[in-house]
């Protein structure tokens, strides 16, 4: 059974095989919706940005090694889907706009947080895939 005592995830009263559970359910959440959100990139931004935050969520209260990289891919994906929409808000860039196409350089960490997501994921699989070999090979 699961108390929620404040907003904190560390003070949920959960066993902690439930906590590993719902931390691994968050970051397949994320790694979808991190590939689903790429279908479109401008609508799909919000899904993205959602999903990157899953990610930083499951990898910080898992203690993985790359939660940091993960949490800098959030914010420069957080600061392009700003911009994103700012220039968007503008009426867009280049052409009859009266905005210069060297304002959609503001959009730019959007794909780099995104790129930033997708190698990390596929380091971890790399990473994964070398210890259960590793486990294979020694049995």
Avoid: C
């Amino acid at each position: 059974m699961v108390y929620l005592r404040t907003g904190n995830i560390n003070s949920i009263t959960m066993n902690p095989k439930q906590k590993n559970r719902l931390l691994k359910i968050l970051y397949i959440i994320g790694i979808v919706a991190l590939l689903l959100g790429a279908i479109d990139a401008m609508e799909g931004s919000i899904v993205i940005a959602f999903a990157s935050i899953l990610l930083v969520i499951s990898t910080h209260y898992r203690k993985d090694k790359y939660w940091k990289l993960f949490f800098l891919s959030f914010v420069l994906i957080s600061i392009g889907v700003s911009a994103l929409f700012t220039l968007s808000a503008m009426g867009g860039i280049g052409g009859d706009s009266g905005n210069s196409a060297w304002l959609g350089l503001a959009i730019l960490p959007y794909p780099v947080g995104w790129i930033l997501s997708i190698v990390l994921l596929i380091m971890k699989a790399f990473q994964r895939s070398k210890k259960t070999e590793s486990a294979i090979n020694q049995s």
